[in-house]
């Protein structure tokens, strides 16, 4: 679905990232996980279209109308309503104004906001605005959906339940998924494999983690999993070797496996 080959980005003179490779196979789900100013986010954007590569390739077996992208931030139009700004997407790809009222009328109530349809989003809570964007983005059918930090901003509580109804899709629809996280809980959870990126500048991929916990996944179950512990025990220390010793280059071998 997705091959990053050697590719280097730069602001100015100096890299953010280089050197990097990285494949994504269809119906995988993939984490990116390392210290803040890495340059996670920005290679998520060459993914998308949005940042040019200063060296290297970046190659996507779809057309970038088939990659949906779910931002920290909702994107919504304030003066649109919950259905109007689902529907908005849907007839820019040109479906008629009753299939994309029907559609979004759809799958807001697939993300429980069945009544809720005629809210603007200063009358929705922030847990039913990022239920809203996500509707938006999976109303598209996108075949590869980035996700940049989506439920960063929400409280504990609602962040589980909605990362949980968004594994869900992800499985019922088998989407590829490339994610940026601080959370390495939630990395492990989540994915098939986690790539660590060592701290910037010239942040290389220091680290590469196989997650082989058994599919469909309940995220409060699969943390009881001694395997679960074993990989974000390493993901923890690696990460802090690389906070601590910015400057090292090498990349470790640290697969992870059942036994």
């Not at 395997?227 to 390493?234: D, G, H, K, L, N």
């Amino acid at each position: 679905m997705l091959e990053l080959s050697d590719v280097q980005i730069s602001y100015g003179a100096e890299p953010v990232v280089e050197g990097v490779d990285l494949s994504v196979s269809a119906g995988e789900f993939v984490s990116l996980i390392g210290a803040s100013g890495c340059g996670k986010s920005t290679l998520l954007r060459a993914v998308m279209g949005l940042q040019t590569p200063s060296a290297g390739r970046v190659e996507l077996a779809v057309d970038r109308g088939e990659v949906g992208f779910l931002f920290q931030d909702d994107a919504l139009l304030p003066w649109r309503t919950a259905r109007q700004n689902v529907a908005l997407g849907l007839r820019n790809h040109g479906a008629s104004k009753a299939s994309a009222t029907e559609q979004a009328n759809e799958w807001l109530a697939s993300v429980g906001l069945k009544g809720l349809e005629d809210r603007y989003p200063r009358e929705l809570s922030g847990g039913q605005r990022k239920r809203v964007a996500i509707a938006q983005v999976l109303a598209l059918r996108p075949r590869f959906l980035l996700m940049d930090e989506p439920f960063a901003s929400l409280d504990a509580i609602v962040r589980h339940y909605l990362t949980d109804d968004l594994l869900r899709w992800v499985e019922r629809d088998q989407l590829t998924v490339l994610l940026v996280t601080h959370d390495l809980e939630e990395a492990v959870a989540l994915s098939d494999r986690v790539i660590l990126l060592g701290s910037g500048p010239r942040a290389q991929i220091k680290g590469r983690y196989e997650v082989n916990l058994p599919r469909p996944r309940d995220l409060l179950k699969v943390k009881e999993n001694r395997e679960f512990a074993s990989i974000a025990t390493r993901l923890w220390n690696d990460l802090s070797t690389q906070v601590r010793t910015p400057g090292v280059r090498t990349e470790p071998e640290l697969k992870v496996v059942n036994q």
